[in-house]
């Protein structure tokens, strides 16, 4: 009998199309985000890695806004590519040889068929560590980091 439950239970909290989405969507729109920093290449970045993981980790299709069951929209509220962390031991000279950077954003996932949030964060942050002169490597780890913290969120719903 606890077995029986435990399936029912299972089937409830797990049985949802798309891989955490509610069974109704099946079709998502991802929005450009607004970007409020000066860097243009990190929205063109941050949205073609959340579109390949929102398709192969949600297992939902793309489709037009006025067409998807949900949306996703946001906004790139910050970015500051050059906090330094780690200095070299020159006395003569001292140099940053480790840096970070910070990335924030804030975002919604939308159910236009049910006409409710379904999932949504303001302030998300993500750091990336790079050596001095490779900042694209830092902001591709804040990129997976933030991404994958949207994917783990919204999954976490269901």
């Known amino acids: 009998m606890a077995f029986a439950a435990t399936l029912a239970l299972n089937g409830c909290v797990y049985g949802f199309a798309g891989g955490g989405l509610p069974p109704g969507v099946r079709t998502i729109a991802i929005l450009p985000f607004d970007n409020q920093t000066p860097s243009a290449e990190l929205q063109q970045e941050f ?6 993981e929102v398709r192969a980790r949600l297992g939902v299709r ?14 790139i509220t910050r970015y500051e590519p050059d906090i330094p962390i780690a200095f ?5 000279q001292s140099v940053a040889a480790r840096r970070k950077l910070l990335l924030t954003i804030d975002i919604e996932i939308y159910d236009q068929t049910a006409g409710r949030v379904l999932w949504a ?17 830092g902001r591709r780890q804040a990129i997976e980091k933030l991404v994958n913290d949207v994917l783990d969120g919204a999954q976490s719903q269901w």
């Open 47 to 52: 949205m073609a890695r959340l579109r390949r």
């Open 62 to 75: 793309e489709a037009g806004e006025s067409k998807a069951n949900a949306v996703v929209r946001g906004t």
């Open 88 to 92: 070299s031991a020159d006395r003569v």
């Open 121 to 137: 964060r303001k302030g998300m942050s993500a750091e990336g560590e790079y050596a001095e002169r490779a900042e694209a490597e």
